[in-house]
């Protein structure tokens, strides 16, 4: 029988800078999906309140406590990143494991806004996309997960299955926007 190891969609460590912006491999931890149930939207809140110290977000945001951030990622759903779900959420919501299925990448730098223009058909400059944001939407053929993590920080979050091809459209961004010339 074959043996099967895990490994990460990305290489540990793994840092690229392009140009003005750095794209790294972005650590997750725990990824899950969090449904409420018809009518429970606010019990799950105030159960995510106890148990992790923040709320569902609400559509286009997210929130966050310590090392756990609640993404909002579509209609009556947000995934909860970083740490394990409390058990009490299930009473509230759909409660799935997600953390297998998704990749993640950080990228850093002035130019952030000008590298995900070229790939995502949403306004993700600073004025539009503040940070705290959140959304699903396209980039290149994938559906993805960006959230604005900082000033000029937007962590995208894409199907590990896609791993690779994320990477490459970011890197080929990066690149096409860097060969530009200034002025």
């Known amino acids: 029988m074959v043996e099967l190891t895990a490994s990460a969609p990305f290489d540990a460590g793994m840092e690229r800078t392009i140009g003005a912006v750095t794209l790294r491999a972005a650590e997750t931890g725990p990824v899950t999906a969090l449904m409420p149930y018809a009518g429970q939207e606010r019990a799950l809140s105030a159960a995510l309140e106890r148990a992790h110290g923040l709320e569902f977000p609400a559509a286009g945001r997210m929130t966050s406590a310590g090392q756990a951030r609640c993404l909002w990622?579509?209609?009556?759903q947000a995934m909860l990143i970083g740490v394990e779900p409390d058990p009490a959420l299930a009473d509230h919501a759909a409660v799935v494991a997600?953390?297998?299925?998704?990749?993640?990448?950080?990228?850093?730098?002035?130019?952030?806004?000008?590298?995900l223009a070229r790939l995502v058909p949403v306004?993700?400059?600073?004025?539009a996309f503040e940070?705290?944001?959140s959304i699903r939407s396209e980039l290149g053929?994938?559906?993805?997960?960006?959230?604005r993590t900082g000033p000029q920080q937007v962590t995208v979050m894409g199907f590990r299955s896609m791993a690779g091809t994320l990477l490459h459209e970011l890197e080929n961004a990066m690149t096409a926007l860097a060969a530009r010339p200034k002025g």
Request: hydrophobic content about 50%.
């Open 98 to 115: 997600q953390s297998d299925g998704w990749a993640a990448l950080t990228l850093t730098g002035d130019a952030v806004a000008d590298v």
């Open 73 to 76: 990622s579509g209609l009556d």
């Open 141 to 147: 053929h994938m559906m993805v997960i960006l959230a």
């Open 123 to 127: 306004d993700l400059r600073p004025a």
């Open 131 to 133: 940070q705290g944001a």
